[in-house]
């Protein structure tokens, strides 16, 4: 949540999540960027694709895994593209996988297994933007 903020990226939300999403738990744990994040909570993955072929029709889903066959470097990215993580214990259902436009790794060293998945998605969205140009404004 806090790189989409900071990014100003909206972020897209499946349920359920791995956590208890209210304001005042957020607020508590230190996420103190809410009043500066695009939010939508969709109540599943259904409501979520029912939403991308309604608001996004043409924008392609790449879904960030330890499965995938591409790096993120060998990846061209367009500025509609949505990226997508799963949980770090489970990843995401087998359909998600299907319904993925590209399945994208990120390469590092052997016998690991892989990173969390905040930094995993900084990882790949810092890609993403500089080969886009998308990066927001510079602030102070």
């Known amino acids: 949540m806090r790189l989409a903020a900071c990014l100003a990226l909206p972020l897209e939300l499946i349920e359920p999540c791995g956590f208890v999403l209210s304001d005042r738990r957020l607020r508590r744990a230190g996420m103190d960027y809410l009043d ?15 939403w991308r072929q309604s608001q996004v029709p043409g924008a392609r889903l790449l879904l960030l895994t330890t499965r995938g066959e591409r790096s ?15 949980r770090e214990t489970a990843g995401v259902p087998e359909e998600v ?10 390469p590092i060293a052997p016998g690991r297994r892989s990173l969390n998945v905040a930094l995993a998605a900084a990882m790949v969205l810092g890609e993403a933007l500089r080969q ?3 990066f927001p404004e510079r602030g102070g």
């Open 36 to 50: 500066h994040l695009q939010l939508t909570r969709h109540a599943s993955y259904a409501a979520f694709a029912a």
């Open 72 to 86: 993120h470097l060998e990846f061209g990215f367009h500025p509609d593209d949505l990226l997508m993580v799963g």
């Open 97 to 106: 996988h299907a319904g993925a436009s590209a399945r994208l790794r990120i």
């Open 132 to 134: 886009t140009g998308l």
